[in-house]
């Protein structure tokens, strides 16, 4: 008889995992003067992974629009205006998962992403780590995900003509999205 | 070859006062440049003032006619020049048959805090350069996040904006040359 092989891990793990948010980041990355890459961040976010028996899950995230951190403060400050985020009126954005597949460490999730008052389907690409115990007895998950979406569809249009040809700012944006979340108490 | 060199901020450690001076450490033995210090004495122009202009405005224009070329590093207001730079440019294209800056070359570039590195009143100032009859060179060097845009020497930290500046001074030197040769 042969060694059995190791099988690939396509369920999730179990349970109710809520964000450490120290240990977590939502960013962006998007091209600017057609060549230059301009990376900024959000600060705050929130993010649950609902997982049964089954092994269905869901994630539900938050970013809050007003935690937004770039280098140059002016630039900070239109970003929160009606050009950008508008986070007067739209203090969050929200992203809903609808599907999601785990293939090994390959993790492809389906979801609704909204931005302002725009809700489109996006798909997020990443990686998932199995549950592990970390300093302090607390059980862990890592998920890493990215996705690339046009600015234009959710509202954010702002963009200047350059004096020698093409635009300040890209429509493409990466999303990068890195969470560290925990195993509810009780679980 | 003498290259006058203008900050287009009055701030006393501006970055454009820096990128004028990584330009200085790229020119050749025979260049130097000069930096202007007395835009901000120029007062306003006022067409009443011109049959007896201000000693400022005698010697912002002398300096540019002692020049072989000029090199404006500006930042940008409100996307677009600042408002000392542009008066004084105001001032050196009158009389404009004889204007001081009449066939002068010049190379305008630019440093600013924000992503976009003033490229917008860079195109404004060659826009007016030109109208006011330099030889402007059409090219641009927009150099964004002026706060950590500049290494320890002084240079330029980015490679490729070193290299940007160095062809933009060569252009500059060569239409000097042509220039002084007509």
Same mark, same amino acid.
Request: hydrophobic share 45%; net charge negative.
């Given at each position: ?18 964000? *450490? ?6 960013? !962006? ?7 230059? %890459? ?22 539900? $995230? ?8 770039? +280098? ?12 950008? !985020? ?8 929200? !992203? ?7 293939? $090994? ?8 992403? @909204?931005?302002?008052?725009? @809700? ?6 990443? %990686?998932? %780590? ?9 059980? +862990? ?10 600015? %234009? ?10 004096? +020698? ?8 944006? +990466?999303? @990068? ?7 509810? *108490?009780?679980? | 070859?003498?290259?006058?060199? /203008? ?7 501006? &970055? ?25 004495? /120029? ?115 980015? &490679? ?18 042509? &220039?002084?040769?007509?």
């Amino acid at each position: 008889m042969s060694a059995p092989t190791a099988e690939t891990q396509t369920k999730l793990p179990s349970g109710t995992w809520k964000l *450490d948010p120290t240990h977590s980041s939502a960013s !962006f990355a998007v091209k600017h003067m057609v060549v230059a %890459t301009f990376r900024g961040s959000f600060e705050n976010l929130d993010a649950t992974l609902t997982v049964g028996e089954d092994g269905a899950g869901e994630l539900l $995230g938050a970013v809050d629009a007003r935690s937004i951190v770039v +280098k140059d403060e002016n630039l900070q400050a239109h970003l929160g205006s009606p050009d950008f !985020f508008d986070t007067e009126r739209y203090p969050e954005l929200r !992203f809903a998962s609808t599907a999601i597949r785990r293939d $090994g460490e390959q993790l492809v999730i389906d979801g609704e992403l @909204t931005i302002k008052d725009h @809700t489109h389907p996006v798909e997020a690409r990443g %990686t998932i %780590t199995d549950p592990h115990e970390t300093l302090g007895g607390a059980v +862990k998950i890592g998920v890493t995900l990215e996705t690339v979406i046009d600015r %234009t569809q959710f509202g954010l249009n702002w963009n200047a003509p350059l004096p +020698k040809g093409g635009f300040a700012l890209a429509d493409d944006v +990466k999303l @990068t999205i890195e969470l560290e979340l925990a195993q509810a *108490d009780g679980e | 070859m003498r290259v006058l060199g /203008i900050a287009g901020s009055l701030r006393r450690d501006s &970055h454009n006062l820096r990128l004028l001076r990584a330009a200085a450490a790229l020119l050749p033995p025979e260049a130097e440049l000069v930096e202007f210090t007395g835009l901000k004495a /120029i007062p306003p122009f006022d067409e009443d003032d011109e049959s007896a202009p201000d000693v400022a405005v005698q010697q912002w224009r002398a300096a540019i006619s002692e020049a072989d070329a000029l090199l404006f590093a500006t930042p940008e207001y409100n996307h677009s020049i600042p408002g000392a730079l542009k008066n004084a440019v105001d001032w050196a294209s009158r009389p404009f048959a004889t204007a001081a800056l009449r066939n002068k070359p010049a190379a305008v570039i630019g440093a600013s805090t924000g992503m976009f590195g003033a490229v917008w009143a860079q195109a404004e100032l060659r826009k007016s350069l030109a109208a006011a009859g330099a030889r402007v060179i059409d090219r641009e060097l927009p150099v964004g996040g002026a706060d950590d845009a500049f290494a320890g020497d002084g240079a330029l930290a980015e &490679h490729d904006q070193q290299l940007a500046l160095g062809e933009i001074l060569a252009e500059l030197l060569g239409d000097a040359r042509v &220039h002084a040769a007509a």
